[in-house]
T-cell receptor, first 110, second 112 residues
Framework: QKEVEQNSGPLSVPEGAIASLNCTYS??????FFWYRQYSGKSPELIMF????GDKEDGRFTAQLNKASQYVSLLIRDSQPSDSATYLC??????????FGTGTSLTVIP | DTEVTQTPKHLVMGMTNKKSLKCEQH?????MYWYKQKAKKPPELMFV???????INESVPSRFSPECPNSSLLNLHLHALQPEDSALYLC???????????FGPGTRLTVT
């Protein structure tokens, strides 16, 4: 069964702090992992993807993957109020099947 | 051009109506997707098209009928829907096997 779990939050952090978002997945056949940001009433927007164990950095964002623990995380450094959104973890399987976690609501407090 | 367009933006239909949602992309992507998203829930995969052929149907009721007439267009035909089918319907596209999936803005569907 392809389950993707996230802490639904809400997660609140002060402006300038590090926000840490976590995701676990159940199927070891998972190929690659994605973080999307979704503002209220808008469609998901891809932030990062990762497919190898370890860290991947892009600007203020760092994705971390641990396949042995079936765990993927997203760190947002120097959080800004504009980062306030729902963050969706997604997992890709063969056949281009994407499954999404329930999302974590993040609020950055000015 | 990294845009996926969807029409209409909003749709209100009765349970006996037949309507269609349209999705278009001109990025040369050969994988196209339909998702359904209810309020405060994640997107749920409905259908995947690969090179204009239906490759995945996630046990979606037959009142939803997808169609991919060419590599740029994806339709979702709706018939005899139920009020619980009211949701945001998202279209997405990607290169086959690619990591980057682009979403359209969605169609907000209300079934009365």
């Amino acid at each position: 069964q392809k389950e993707v779990e996230q802490n639904s939050g809400p997660l609140s952090v002060p402006e300038g702090a590090i926000a840490s978002l976590n995701c676990t997945y159940s199927d070891r056949g998972s190929q690659s992992f994605f973080w999307y940001r979704q503002y209220s009433g808008k469609s998901p927007e891809l932030i990062m993807f990762i497919y190898s164990n370890g860290d991947k950095e892009d600007g203020r964002f760092t994705a971390q993957l641990n396949k042995a623990s079936q765990y993927v995380s997203l760190l947002i450094r120097d959080s800004q109020p504009s980062d306030s959104a729902t963050y969706l973890c997604a997992v890709k399987y063969t056949g281009n099947q994407f499954y999404f976690g329930t999302g974590t609501s993040l609020t950055v407090i000015p | 051009d990294t845009e996926v367009t969807q029409t209409p933006k909003h749709l209100v239909m009765g349970m006996t109506n037949k309507k269609s949602l349209k999705c278009e992309q001109h990025m040369g992507h050969r994988a196209m997707y339909w998702y359904k998203q209810k309020a405060k829930k994640p997107p749920e995969l409905m259908f995947v098209y690969s090179y204009e052929k239906l490759s995945i149907n996630e046990s979606v009721p037959s009142r939803f009928s997808p169609e991919c007439p060419n590599s740029s267009l994806l339709n979702l035909h709706l018939h005899a829907l139920q009020p619980e089918d009211s949701a945001l319907y998202l279209c997405a596209s990607s290169h086959w096997g690619s990591y980057e999936q682009y979403f359209g803005p969605g169609t907000r569907l209300t079934v009365t």
